[in-house]
């Protein structure tokens, strides 16, 4: 982990710092880990991030009326051709659900036999220019990037359950310089949406008010902040350190809270609105999940089950093997996300790559035929 100074509301606004920091924070994780780093799975968020619903139809191909690894990996890739403008980049193409022939609600279609194959899926797509900068930013520190994830999908990889997902979620990611909300249903996310505020406003507001250096406020913040009123013990009181030959200055902890929680509810309204043009056809039986630094606010949790009216829950990375236990906090959701995500892929890739040896070593009599008719004609 390392400071950042690059990043506005989530997106590269200087390369060079972005770049130093990136290299500083490798350089921490090679050193603790004794393993030398040349790629990294990279997260990407801010606003320029988008997701759209789209589906896909093909027909079946195999003479048996079989769906073949082919037929999905074709479905999909027709799903993908919505129109994309030019100056936005596909992140990720996330499989909802299939429909064979009309039987709807498919997880995994293949070796079903039907005629007509159809993708439900979520394409997440990034500004072309964001995404490049970002990439500029680690290629230039020295590291080549395997793949850009979207940061909430990652931080969902690595703290929501299955059984949340299949009951509907929404995981609320309260980042230091944006808040990010994917949301779930039916076991795939659907919906994905950034609020440009965070943690680092929360800061801001502090050291506004009590007119204090913003790192005196972040250190307050996470030492005594609080957003929810039930957590308070009467009289509590902190300090306030004086600026510039003032004496320091003892302020009740309600104080605080009175700065910090309109801030956060505000955050949590904000999301709400969206969230309920979203959720009118798709409940969230699951409730919400909140990640991110953020999350460790003292009454993060009550605060936003009072906005949503519904049970929310803090999420940590689950349990990985190896992991060591202070990583196990929801400022690292992101990170452990990206790491097991970039597992899955490589796991994927290495599947398919076994499944296509199998088929070229041994095709089908049509397999072979339409590799002949592509061969000759396309
Ligand atoms: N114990 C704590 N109590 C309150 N806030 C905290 C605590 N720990 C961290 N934070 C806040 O969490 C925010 C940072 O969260 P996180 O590390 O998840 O952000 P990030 O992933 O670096 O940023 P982003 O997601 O916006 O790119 C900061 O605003 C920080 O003040
Ligand atoms: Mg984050």
């Not at 799975?41 to 082919?70: F, L, M, Y």
């Not at 606010?297 to 999420?315: C, D, N, T, Y």
């Amino acid at each position: 982990m390392s400071p950042s100074t690059g990043l506005r509301k989530g997106v590269v606004v200087n390369i060079e710092s972005t770049l130093r920091s990136v290299k500083a924070a490798i350089e921490d994780a090679e050193m603790m880990s004794g393993r030398e780093v040349s790629s990294c799975w990279t997260g990407i968020g801010g606003s320029h991030i988008e997701g759209i619903n789209s589906r896909g139809v093909v027909a079946v191909t195999e003479k048996n009326r079989e769906i073949s690894p082919d037929d999905k990996e074709r479905v999909i890739e027709v799903a993908q051709k919505v129109s994309i403008p030019m100056d936005r980049q596909v992140l990720e193409v996330i499989p909802q659900s299939y429909i064979v022939d009309n039987q709807k609600g498919i997880r995994n279609p293949l070796n079903m036999i039907g005629v007509r194959l159809e993708a439900e899926v979520f394409i997440i797509t990034c500004s072309v220019t964001s995404g490049q900068n970002l990439l500029n930013c680690v290629n230039r520190a020295g590291y080549r990037v395997n793949n850009l994830i979207p940061k909430s999908l990652a931080a969902g990889r690595s703290v929501l359950t299955d059984e949340e997902k299949d009951l509907g979620v929404a995981l609320i990611d309260l980042g230091g310089g944006t808040t990010e909300v994917m949301a779930y249903s039916a076991g795939s996310p659907y919906s994905i949406i950034t609020i440009p505020v965070g943690g680092a406003q929360v800061t801001s507001d502090i050291s506004i008010i009590k007119s204090i250096a913003l790192d005196t406020a972040e250190r307050i913040k996470i030492e005594s902040g609080c957003c929810w009123e039930g957590l308070l013990e009467e009289d509590e009181e902190i300090i306030v350190p004086g600026v510039g030959g003032r004496s320091p200055l003892p302020i009740p902890r309600s104080q605080l809270l009175a700065i910090i929680r309109p801030r956060m509810e505000e955050i949590f309204k904000m999301v709400k609105e969206k969230l309920d043009k979203l959720s009118q056809t798709r409940p969230l039986g699951g409730g919400i999940v909140l990640t991110g630094g953020g999350a460790l606010l003292s009454g993060a949790a009550e605060l936003a089950s009072h906005v949503f009216k519904l049970p929310v829950r803090i999420g940590n990375p689950l349990s990985v093997g190896g992991l060591a236990e202070e990583c196990r906090t929801p400022v690292y959701a992101t990170a452990v996300g990206l790491v097991l995500m970039g597992k899955d892929k490589e796991d994927n890739n290495l599947k398919q790559d076994g499944e296509k040896g199998l088929r070229e070593k041994n095709p089908s009599p049509f397999g072979r035929l339409k590799g002949w008719i592509s061969k000759e004609f396309f």
